[in-house]
């Protein structure tokens, strides 16, 4: 069964770095796209970006350009999402979501999420 | 981008069929048939229900059902039971070679 599992819940300081992590365990990471959803609690789901594993290639939503970068290491079939400063309003869950092979989507399969709390 | 316009909430009692709207422009959904929906219970990750605009996954009840007219996408849930309960999100390719989500539309089975 073809699974993407995040890494664990972090609690970070405002202005601190992060970087959280998504492992694809399929054999197709390098020719499907894996995208980043923020979930802000009670509210709903953000695509935030997405990532072609293959030659990195990656887009990002206008929403989240400039503080938040993807990224994609194909040796170990893992993914990343990382911050150089949080801040509190990043608090949320976020989860990875791989597509059926192209970047129009559609996501299906989804990480169980991580949790970020970011507070001083 | 703005997000795809979705109702906050919908209700209907089992048995009953129930619409769900996401609303977008001529540069999202009405551009592409790359519509999808997800099914997301408290506390879970979210679930693809419904992707190109009509296409079911398998393992996914007949019961779900997707269409599209115009700007205007719809998931239909027929026979509605219990275990529909839950938060419904559209989401759409865009004309930027992004995606993005409707906000997300509580159903409540009465």
């Known amino acids: 069964e073809v699974q993407l599992v995040q890494s664990g819940a972090e609690v970070k300081k405002p202005g601190e770095s992060l970087k959280i992590s998504c492992k694809d365990s399929?054999?197709?990471?390098?020719?499907?796209?894996i995208g980043w959803v923020r979930q802000m609690p009670g509210k709903g789901l953000e695509w935030m970006g997405i990532?072609?594993?293959?030659?990195?290639?990656?887009r990002y939503s206008p929403s989240f350009q400039g503080h938040v970068t993807i990224s994609a290491d194909k040796s170990i079939s893992t993914a990343y999402l990382q911050w150089s400063s949080l801040k509190a309003s990043d608090t949320a869950m976020y989860y990875c979501?791989?597509?059926?092979?192209?970047?129009?989507?559609?996501?299906?399969?989804w990480g169980q999420g991580t949790m970020v709390i970011v507070s001083s | 981008q703005s997000a795809l316009t979705q109702p906050a909430s919908v209700s209907g009692s089992p048995g009953q069929s129930i619409t769900i709207s996401c609303t977008g422009t001529?540069?999202?959904?009405?551009?592409?048939?790359?519509v999808s929906w997800y099914q997301q219970h408290p506390g879970k990750a979210p679930k693809l229900m419904i992707y190109?605009?009509?296409k079911r996954p398998s393992g996914v009840s007949d019961r779900f059902s997707g269409s599209k007219s115009g700007n205007t996408a719809s998931l239909t849930i027929s026979g509605l039971q219990a275990e529909d309960e839950a938060d419904y999100s559209c989401c759409s390719f865009t004309s930027s070679s992004t995606l993005v989500f409707g906000g997300g539309t509580k159903l409540t089975v009465l």
């Open positions: 399929g054999y197709r990471f390098t020719s499907t796209w």
């Open positions: 001529s540069s999202d959904v009405g551009r592409y048939n790359y």
């Open positions: 990532i072609y594993p293959g030659d990195s290639d990656a």
């Open positions: 190109d605009v009509t």
């Open positions: 979501a791989r597509t059926k092979g192209t970047d129009a989507g559609p996501f299906d399969i």
